[in-house]
């Protein structure tokens, strides 16, 4: 009988102590779940603080991605800020982006974009380096072709750089040079009666000049101010150009502050390209910065004007919303510039404050034969 009891009450407390076990490891990993749950929160308040102040101030972040060019993905990105001269806080900070992509199509692209602002802001340095893989489609050159909509699937391996070297000259005013790199290799077209009659493969080399005027308060995210810029780059035979052309870029954007927490962004931009233009040259509508919710290259031409004016509501703590209506030409000559065959874009995004205004953008936009979901860092323009 004793023998029993004494087993009985060894029983109880061996059962007491794997409960309590049992209850310690749960209420541990409650914990430890509770911990990484508030470390992760903690991670997204302090990144939006504003640390430009310090010497270096970056942040990471990941999420999905849809585009009828890429299909769906997976896009991490990273958003760094900085001063070169700590002590002058009138000045916005420099900023810098690293981002990759990968998707179920095959796409792969990694690459930087930075703006550097120096002391007195007496010169900026804007830099931007990409190389993608990118199973995509030609459809031809011009507006036709792409209507038409007869393509032929091919792979492109494409490395890209700009480089621009400003000095200011007046208040608010910068002169400069830009330098432009491209090497674009096109292989396995698989209708080879689409295919450009041309050389599939190209590597350009060249540079120009550029004028800038720029107020804007801060460049990732502007709420106020106006921007301008003209480009003209020259691609001579003799930097080893098979072809020569030139370009020129005009873009002009302005910010208006109008009810709380509320901002109108106009945004127009123009590519003229001249001369013996390669076909993977040319201007391309789509992307996601301008006429977004287009197929990248569906439509393409040597001549390009687009035109986007975005309205930008800060919801509530880090959420906002954002929508937008432009449209878009391309054409080979100016005598054919007309209203006839205007591409509409139409479009709304969510924004996450992923940073001190430094937004995560989340956009759908939609075109004349569908749409694109986008997911990036900063604002389109």
Do not use: C
């Amino acid at each position: 009988m004793r023998k029993r009891s004494f087993l009985a009450w060894a029983g109880f407390f061996f059962l007491l102590i794997i409960r309590t076990g049992y209850s310690q490891n749960q209420k541990d990993s409650l914990q430890e779940k509770d911990s990484f749950f508030k470390q992760f929160i903690n991670y997204f308040e302090e990144a939006k603080k504003d640390k430009s102040y310090e010497k270096f101030d970056i942040s990471f972040i990941g999420g999905p991605s849809y585009s009828q060019d890429t299909k769906l993905g997976l896009g991490i990105l990273a958003s760094g800020l900085y001063r070169l001269d700590r002590e002058d806080l009138t000045l916005p900070p420099s900023d810098v982006s690293i981002f990759s992509n990968f998707t179920t199509s095959g796409f792969l692209s990694f690459g930087l974009e930075n703006h550097t602002i120096f002391p007195q802001d007496r010169y900026r340095i804007n830099l931007s380096l990409a190389f993608a893989y990118l199973p995509t489609k030609y459809y031809g050159i011009g507006y036709e072709a792409g209507k038409r909509g007869d393509y032929t699937p091919y792979a492109q391996y494409k490395t890209d750089f700009h480089g621009d070297f400003l000095k200011k000259i007046l208040n608010n005013t910068y002169a400069g040079i830009s330098l432009r790199l491209k090497n674009i290799n096109s292989k396995n077209f698989e209708i080879s009666e689409l295919k450009p009659d041309e050389r599939l493969d190209a590597f350009v080399l060249g540079g120009g000049l550029l004028l800038t005027y720029d107020n804007r308060d801060f460049i990732p995210n502007p709420s106020e101010g106006f921007y301008f810029k003209y480009e003209e780059n020259f691609y001579p035979s003799f930097l080893g150009n098979r072809k020569h052309f030139r370009e020129a870029f005009v873009t002009a954007r302005t910010y208006q502050a109008l009810w709380s927490d509320a901002t109108l962004a106009l945004d127009l931009n123009g590519i003229i390209k001249t001369g013996d233009v390669p076909w993977n040259m040319m201007s391309l509508v789509g992307g996601a910065y301008q006429m977004r919710g287009y197929f990248v290259g569906q439509y393409r031409d040597k001549k390009q004007i687009n035109f986007q004016a975005e309205l930008r509501q800060k919801i509530y703590n880090r959420h906002g919303m954002v929508a937008w209506v432009g449209g878009g030409k391309i054409f080979d000559k100016f005598k054919d510039l007309s209203a006839d065959h205007i591409l509409p874009n139409v479009g709304i995004g969510y924004r996450w404050g992923f940073k001190d205004r430094i937004n995560v953008r989340l956009d759908y936009g939609y075109g004349q034969e569908g749409g694109g979901v986008y997911f990036n860092i900063n604002e389109a323009f």
